[in-house]
T-cell receptor, first 115, second 111 residues
């Protein structure tokens, strides 16, 4: 089955440590996205990538970094510079240049807790 | 800028009641509009979408009509079930990969 996988589902980190969240898709989608969700709030865009080896900052990129070395993978690193990293992180992907180009499909999410 | 405003929750209904969750938007041009649903501890699932004015999106008994004159995309369902309990997000895509989400509305359906 095609889909988007995120791992791990739950992640605990000590303050001052970097941590990397995994996102993989086998939908052959061109674009991938990372969002942050805080309780009672909508989603906020961290980074997105429309093509391999290229990515752009979203609204809240500070304290985060990404890479896009393969079409299928878009890992997110939460660095120690992120002041309040405890949140639910969602990865999404979409096709580019088709009739369905604007629809984003989401993974199951990773809940990050900083201890 | 582009933004979405949806009614604040939580919304609590009895099974078989009629559901309306209001959503209005601000956007330049002609955005696509979406409703996503999120069950506890999970990611977002696309519920329905509409890409132009007067389009009606529908899925699983839910409907929403793209109203350009009122800049609205209200979600409706004629008879809710306990299994519809979730958080519902309205979203718009103005065409530049800059999807904007509302804050979400939590729905609880009681038997």
């Amino acid at each position: 089955d095609g889909g988007i996988t995120q791992s791990p589902k739950y992640l605990f980190r000590k303050e001052g440590q970097n941590v990397t969240l995994s996102c993989e898709q086998n939908l052959n989608h061109d674009a991938m996205y990372w969002y942050r969700q805080d309780p009672g709030q909508g989603l906020r865009l961290i980074y997105y990538s429309q093509i391999v080896n290229d990515f752009q900052k979203g609204d809240i990129a500070e304290g985060y970094s990404v890479s896009r070395e393969k079409k299928e993978s878009f890992p997110l690193t939460v660095t120690s510079a992120q002041k309040n990293p405890t949140a639910f992180y969602l990865c999404a992907s979409s096709i580019v240049h088709s009739h369905d180009t604007d629809t984003q499909y989401f993974g199951p999410g990773t809940r990050l807790t900083v201890l | 800028g582009n933004s979405v405003t949806q009614m604040e929750g939580p919304v609590t209904l009895s099974e078989e009641a009629f559901l309306t969750i209001n959503c209005t938007y601000t956007a330049t041009g002609y955005p696509s509009l979406f409703w996503y649903v999120q069950y506890p501890g999970e990611g977002l699932q696309l519920l329905l979408k509409a890409t132009k004015a007067d389009d009606k999106g529908s899925n699983k008994g839910f409907e929403a009509t793209y109203r350009k004159e009122t800049t609205s995309f209200h979600l409706e369902k004629g008879s809710v079930q306990v299994s519809d309990s979730a958080v519902y997000f309205c979203a718009l895509m103005p065409g530049n990969n800059d999807m904007r989400f509302g804050a979400g509305t939590r729905l609880t359906v009681k038997p």
